[in-house]
């Protein structure tokens, strides 16, 4: 059973850095598609960035060079945040995506405020 555990999340002033890490279990040894999501309340839940098995990464002109997706082995993919602004306060997802079925763990709340 693949599950996702995301952490990192929490409040943090305007200008402030945040580092979200997402861990993956049960998907053995093989490298997977990963993303970032995000959903405001009353809001859609948007990409904000992703990377594939391959390592290539996307993310979402909103947050271009300020976040910046990596992973470190098959199982952990973290979201480095700076320069963060009120506009990035959501719930952030991880997603995985393994045999055309997408995964999803169950959150870290980012609030950016003063």
């Known amino acids: 059973q693949v599950q996702l555990v995301e952490s990192g999340g929490g409040l943090v002033q305007p200008g402030g850095s945040l580092r979200l890490s997402c861990v993956a279990s049960?998907?053995?040894?093989?490298?997977?598609?990963m993303a970032w999501y995000r959903q405001a309340p009353g809001k859609q839940r948007d990409l904000v960035a992703s990377?594939?098995?391959?390592?290539?990464s996307n993310y979402a002109d909103s947050v271009k060079g300020r976040f910046t997706i990596s992973r470190d082995d098959t199982k952990k993919v973290y979201l480095q945040m700076l320069s963060l602004k009120p506009e990035d306060t959501a719930r952030y997802y991880c997603?995985?995506?393994?045999?055309?079925?997408?995964?999803w763990g169950q959150g870290t709340q980012v609030t950016v405020s003063s």
């Open positions: 997603k995985l995506r393994k045999n055309g079925l997408d995964y």
């Open positions: 049960g998907i053995g040894f093989n490298i997977y598609s």
């Open positions: 990377i594939t098995s391959a390592g290539s």
